[in-house]
């Protein structure tokens, strides 16, 4: 029987060993001469929360999933080809019961696969993986058609922007088509700085030919001879299967001078970015390209007309141009047949924080958030109470449990004050400290704030140092209400979206979660038990049933106790971290408000 | 730590693969980041010169980039991610842990030359989380006590 073994080698996999997996299964494969053939796939399985339990292993076409395996595993894989699948590597579910598939596997089968859906099912490296599932047809069908025609098809998909602002890209390519001047860019946006989110990462690492076809096809719609492709410093795999796969299409003819023989001529070329989060925001995006400091500009003038070198240019995000082969494929009319009215096909997003199973999820638009969580994600870690879930990356909001009905679409989050962003999605339990996050966010953005324009410059500043005293326990009587004039400040007079978004996470936080801000300034509180100077652990001695773990996971020694009696905390050397409460099984370890020193 | 000049030649084998045009800066500072640990004075000017654009333009991409770097930094980089799964599943301990293993800060170089540690924004391996990438291999769910074991064995490799 010919088979296939792919190994994820996506970055999770590989941490957790994936290379070394690879040689030991082509090894045993070679030693017991069996009829396969070994590859390596980035699969997003990868980061679809089984890497925590990587690296994972799929035998096709039998379609048997292995998790966690070892290299030493690999002869007894090898040896169950074509025969009895190994048990104890297979996945299991609620009730214990082991299971072959992905398709079975509760996490996949509500997905739907588009951006998606080659990763996982071919080899990255392999130009001929992806064209035996149907790759360059759809550019092949495109150069048949006028760039009219191209464009009438995205615009009758629906498609909206992927990054986070959701603008149309079948209008942003007309506008640009509409433009005569010489020459004209495409650029793909893969510096996806949103913490939690790894679409992207995902999409450049495992189904690379996707991104290029999509960005081809754009650069015959609107009449351009040259792309970029503008990729995190930090993603280094990501640029490397980009760069091949650009030489590999190269070298067969689909991109460079005369795509797909066609006589039209494309340039692509990758950006290695900075480390800057504001150059994720497009102006300053091609400042970078430009090898400039990546500033934002006031966008008075499109960068559709204006944009690169002042030439028009159209910038799209990684997840939209994966879109673009389906739309031309199979026509904009069935793509727009899922989703919602004004949110067409589908998302993917990445659910990651305290939710059971982490990872890369595809679905239609319009599903509800309790959906996304509880049904696909298995619900909240040790079936603690949710408190909330943080939407939109550092410039979106916080949903609290009583908005979980709400359906996931980009209208519908912005008008409650969160957005749908590049779709990263953290799940926050009651042990999230709402005030602890506003001002991990503010942090980041201080951080990332290029420093152009003083709203968003001196507002940022001001905002973290209030929050910071919040939480620390110097907050005072009109705090929140000076954090929401700031807020709207910033909204109205910042230059570029990361300083008009920025407040969000503060001002959503006040909106759904006023009682947490009261609770640290008037009560010298923090509920959740997480801001260390406002929280104090205690072991319950009738709960405690001395096991010893919360004394081992304490970082300055602060917990005493022998094997079977109960625990104490110092708590002059205690630093209230809460490593104790995170690892104790019997819930022994509370937090209680610190009592106030005298000054 | 002895810091390697730059020679004329270190400088054309650096920039050979850029033609002189201003869009490769970043490209060639990086390359420069790799190969001296920072950026070089000296070799700021002459990438100036190569670009024939002002040193101070380069010097401000040099400052706005997290990437790039004018102090010279450590044969080891530690980049501890604190990005927001990372920050939820104790990334502050694991700083603190790392901190008091090397003795140095977020954005310091030990003085024997051997560790820099950096404090990152999300690595996008939020199910390994807290991870930590030290020179590119991702270690995920890292514990405090498994940090002695991968910093004696990076000491003993840097002395091979």
Same mark, same amino acid.
């Given at each position: 029987?010919?088979?296939?073994?792919?190994?994820?080698?996506?970055?999770?996999?590989?941490?957790? %060993?994936?290379?070394?997996?690879?040689?030991?299964?082509?090894?045993?494969?070679?030693?017991?001469?069996?009829?396969?053939?070994?590859?390596?796939? $980035?699969?997003?399985?990868?980061?679809?929360?089984?890497?925590?339990?990587?690296? #994972? @292993?799929?035998?096709?076409?039998?379609?048997?999933?292995?998790?966690?395996?070892?290299?030493?595993?690999?002869?007894?894989?090898?040896?169950?080809?074509?025969?009895?699948?190994?048990?104890?590597?297979?996945?299991?579910? &609620?009730?214990?019961?082991?299971?072959?598939?992905?398709?079975?596997?509760?996490?996949?089968?509500?997905?739907?696969?588009? +951006?998606?859906?080659?990763?996982?099912?071919?080899?990255?490296?392999?130009?001929?993986?992806?064209?035996?599932?149907?790759?360059?047809?759809?550019?092949?069908?495109?150069?048949?058609?006028?760039?009219?025609?191209?464009?009438?098809?995205?615009?009758?998909?629906?498609?909206?922007?992927?990054?986070?602002?959701?603008?149309?890209?079948?209008?942003?390519?007309?506008?640009? +088509?509409?433009?005569?001047?010489?020459?004209?860019?495409?650029?793909?946006?893969?510096?996806?700085?949103?913490?939690?989110?790894?679409?992207?990462?995902?999409?450049?690492?495992?189904?690379?030919?996707?991104?290029?076809?999509?960005?081809?096809?754009?650069?015959?719609?609107?009449?351009?001879?040259?792309?970029?492709?503008?990729?995190?410093?930090?993603?280094?795999?990501?640029?490397?299967?980009?760069?091949?796969?650009?030489?590999?299409?190269? &070298?067969?003819?689909?991109?460079?001078?005369?795509?797909?023989?066609?006589?039209?001529?494309?340039?692509?070329?990758?950006?290695?970015?900075?480390?800057?989060?504001?150059?994720?925001?497009?102006?300053?995006?091609?400042?970078?390209?430009?090898?400039?400091?990546?500033?934002?500009?006031? /966008?008075?003038?499109?960068?559709?007309?204006?944009?690169?070198?002042?030439?028009?240019?159209?910038?799209?995000?990684?997840?939209?141009?994966?879109?673009?082969?389906?739309?031309?494929?199979?026509?904009?009319?069935?793509?727009?047949?899922?989703?919602?009215?004004?949110?067409?096909?589908?998302?993917?997003?990445?659910?990651?924080?305290?939710?059971?199973?982490?990872?890369?999820?595809?679905?239609?638009?319009? @599903?509800?958030?309790?959906?996304?969580?509880?049904?696909?994600?298995?619900?909240?870690?040790?079936?603690?109470?949710? /408190?909330?879930?943080?939407?939109?990356?550092?410039?979106?909001?916080?949903?609290?449990?009583?908005?979980?009905?709400?359906?996931?679409?980009?209208?519908?989050?912005?008008?409650?004050?969160?957005?749908?962003?590049?779709?990263?999605?953290?799940?926050?339990?009651?042990?999230?400290?709402?005030?602890?996050?506003?001002?991990?966010?503010?942090?980041?953005?201080?951080?990332?704030?290029?420093?152009?324009?003083?709203?968003?410059?001196?507002?940022?500043?001001?905002?973290?140092?209030?929050?910071?005293?919040?939480?620390?326990?110097? %907050?005072? /009587?009109?705090?929140? &209400?000076?954090?929401?004039? #700031?807020?709207?400040?910033?909204?109205?007079?910042?230059?570029?979206?990361?300083?008009?978004?920025?407040?969000?996470?503060?001002?959503?936080?006040?909106?759904?979660?006023?009682?947490?801000?009261?609770?640290?300034?008037?009560?010298?509180?923090?509920?959740?038990? $997480?801001?260390?100077?406002?929280?104090?652990?205690?072991?319950?001695?009738?709960?405690?049933?001395?096991?010893?773990?919360?004394?081992?996971?304490?970082?300055?020694?602060?917990?005493?106790?022998?094997?079977?009696?109960?625990?104490?905390?110092?708590? +002059?050397?205690?630093?209230?971290?809460?490593?104790?409460?995170?690892?104790?099984?019997?819930?022994?370890?509370?937090?209680?408000? /610190?009592?106030?020193?005298?000054? | 730590?002895?810091?390697?000049?730059?020679?004329?030649?270190?400088?054309?084998?650096?920039?050979?693969?850029?033609?002189?045009?201003?869009?490769?800066?970043?490209?060639?500072?990086?390359?420069?980041?790799?190969?001296?640990?920072?950026?070089?004075?000296?070799?700021?000017?002459?990438?100036?010169?190569?670009?024939?654009?002002?040193?101070?333009?380069?010097? *401000?991409?040099?400052?706005?980039?997290?990437?790039?770097?004018?102090?010279?930094?450590?044969?080891?980089?530690?980049?501890?991610?604190?990005?927001?799964?990372?920050?939820?599943?104790?990334?502050?301990?694991?700083?603190?842990?790392?901190?008091?293993?090397?003795?140095?800060?977020?954005?310091?170089?030990?003085?024997?030359?051997?560790?820099?540690?950096?404090?990152?924004?999300?690595?996008? *391996?939020?199910?390994?989380?807290?991870?930590?990438?030290?020179?590119?291999?991702?270690?995920?769910?890292?514990?405090?006590?498994?940090?002695?074991?991968?910093?004696?064995?990076?000491?003993?490799?840097?002395?091979?």
């Amino acid at each position: 029987m010919n088979c296939t073994v792919l190994v994820c080698c996506g970055t999770g996999c590989i941490a957790n %060993g994936s290379i070394d997996v690879t040689e030991a299964l082509s090894r045993a494969l070679l030693e017991i001469g069996a009829d396969a053939s070994v590859k390596t796939a $980035v699969k997003q399985t990868g980061c679809n929360g089984f890497c925590e339990n990587g690296p #994972i @292993v799929r035998i096709m076409p039998d379609d048997i999933s292995y998790y966690r395996v070892k290299p030493k595993d690999a002869p007894a894989i090898a040896a169950s080809i074509g025969g009895k699948p190994v048990n104890r590597l297979l996945f299991r579910d &609620e009730e214990g019961k082991p299971v072959l598939s992905q398709k079975a596997n509760p996490f996949y089968t509500p997905q739907r696969k588009v +951006a998606l859906r080659n990763i996982g099912e071919i080899d990255p490296g392999q130009l001929a993986d992806y064209r035996a599932r149907g790759g360059y047809e759809a550019l092949k069908k495109a150069l048949a058609m006028t760039p009219d025609e191209i464009i009438r098809e995205v615009e009758i998909s629906g498609l909206r922007g992927r990054g986070g602002a959701g603008f149309p890209t079948g209008r942003k390519w007309r506008t640009a +088509a509409g433009y005569e001047a010489e020459p004209k860019y495409v650029v793909c946006n893969g510096d996806e700085g949103d913490p939690g989110a790894f679409m992207d990462r995902s999409i450049l690492e495992g189904d690379p030919h996707t991104v290029l076809e999509g960005m081809a096809i754009c650069a015959l719609a609107v009449g351009a001879s040259e792309g970029f492709l503008y990729i995190r410093d930090e993603y280094g795999l990501a640029r490397e299967h980009i760069q091949r796969a650009i030489s590999d299409a190269e &070298e067969e003819g689909i991109l460079g001078d005369s795509l797909m023989g066609g006589g039209k001529s494309l340039r692509l070329s990758v950006v290695r970015g900075g480390g800057a989060f504001v150059c994720g925001e497009s102006t300053a995006l091609m400042a970078s390209i430009e090898g400039r400091v990546g500033e934002p500009r006031a /966008k008075y003038i499109r960068s559709v007309q204006r944009g690169l070198w002042n030439q028009p240019t159209v910038l799209n995000n990684v997840e939209t141009f994966a879109n673009i082969p389906v739309i031309i494929n199979e026509g904009g009319a069935s793509f727009a047949e899922l989703g919602t009215d004004n949110s067409k096909g589908t998302k993917v997003f990445a659910m990651v924080g305290k939710v059971k199973r982490t990872g890369l999820v595809e679905i239609p638009m319009g @599903v509800s958030l309790r959906h996304l969580i509880y049904d696909i994600g298995g619900g909240v870690i040790g079936d603690r109470p949710f /408190k909330a879930v943080q939407t939109g990356g550092p410039s979106g909001g916080c949903i609290p449990a009583d908005m979980l009905d709400l359906p996931v679409d980009f209208d519908t989050l912005t008008q409650y004050g969160a957005m749908m962003g590049s779709g990263g999605m953290i799940v926050m339990d009651d042990r999230s400290c709402m005030v602890e996050v506003a001002r991990y966010y503010v942090n980041f953005l201080a951080g990332e704030s290029c420093g152009k324009c003083s709203p968003c410059r001196e507002g940022l500043r001001q905002m973290l140092q209030i929050l910071t005293d919040i939480r620390e326990g110097r %907050g005072k /009587k009109g705090d929140v &209400e000076l954090l929401e004039e #700031i807020g709207e400040t910033m909204i109205g007079a910042s230059l570029c979206a990361l300083g008009k978004s920025a407040p969000n996470p503060v001002l959503t936080t006040i909106r759904y979660f006023r009682d947490e801000y009261d609770a640290h300034i008037h009560e010298y509180r923090c509920p959740a038990g $997480v801001c260390p100077k406002l929280t104090a652990f205690e072991i319950d001695p009738a709960a405690c049933t001395g096991c010893t773990r919360c004394k081992r996971a304490c970082p300055t020694g602060a917990i005493t106790g022998g094997v079977k009696s109960a625990h104490n905390i110092d708590q +002059a050397s205690c630093i209230a971290c809460g490593s104790c409460r995170d690892v104790c099984r019997f819930g022994a370890v509370r937090a209680a408000a /610190k009592r106030r020193l005298a000054v | 730590m002895a810091i390697p000049a730059i020679s004329d030649q270190d400088f054309d084998r650096l920039t050979r693969a850029y033609p002189s045009d201003r869009r490769y800066a970043l490209a060639v500072m990086q390359d420069m980041q790799r190969r001296y640990n920072y950026i070089p004075p000296e070799g700021l000017t002459a990438l100036a010169e190569y670009l024939n654009c002002p040193v101070a333009e380069l010097y *401000s991409m040099a400052t706005f980039y997290k990437a790039l770097s004018l102090k010279p930094k450590g044969n080891h980089i530690i980049k501890v991610c604190d990005g927001t799964a990372c920050h939820i599943r104790g990334s502050v301990n694991l700083l603190n842990g790392i901190m008091a293993a090397l003795g140095i800060g977020p954005e310091e170089t030990t003085e024997d030359g051997e560790f820099s540690l950096e404090l990152v924004n999300c690595l996008g *391996s939020c199910a390994l989380a807290p991870v930590m990438v030290v020179d590119g291999v991702y270690y995920g769910k890292v514990t405090l006590e498994s940090l002695p074991d991968i910093f004696n064995r990076l000491r003993e490799g840097a002395a091979v």
